[in-house]
């Protein structure tokens, strides 16, 4: 599923609108998730938001699994992620073996995602600056 199937407003259905650049966040969820060398990483399930900041902080990608059961989730932050409007799908830098061994989570146990601790971890294992940088 991409951006423009879920676009309920019309937002993306003429040039002029605010996409790429700014975009629905409802319109990112189901998105799919690929790597450089075309392989499919899995899907969009919910953009995190850091509310004080106002900045997106992750989008939590669905991956693994077999209709639903089994799948792991994985809080990537956004800055790991780049959009592919050619495509219309979103881009992460990882293959599938170590996206494999992330740090995860089951859908029924969602970590704490302002844990320091765990912000730090989850940012170096993907190679990007915690987006709280200087917040904490």
Not at 101 to 130: I, Q, R
């Amino acid at each position: 599923m991409n951006y423009q199937d879920q676009d309920t407003y019309g937002i993306y259905r003429n040039h002029k609108g605010p996409g790429p650049r700014l975009m629905g966040a409802n319109t990112l969820d189901g998105n799919d998730v690929f790597n450089k060398q075309d392989e499919d990483l899995g899907d969009v399930k919910e953009i995190m938001l850091d509310v004080p900041s106002g900045r997106v902080a992750y989008a939590v990608l669905s991956f693994g699994g077999f209709l639903g059961m089994g799948e792991k989730l994985f809080a990537v932050p956004w800055t790991a992620l780049t959009l592919d409007t050619a495509n219309k799908r979103f881009v992460l830098d990882v293959s599938k073996d170590r996206l494999e061994e992330a740090p995860g989570f089951d859908k029924d146990s969602w970590p704490d995602m302002a844990d320091p601790t765990w912000v730090k971890t989850v940012h170096a294992y993907y190679g990007v600056t915690p987006y709280s940088d200087g917040m904490m």
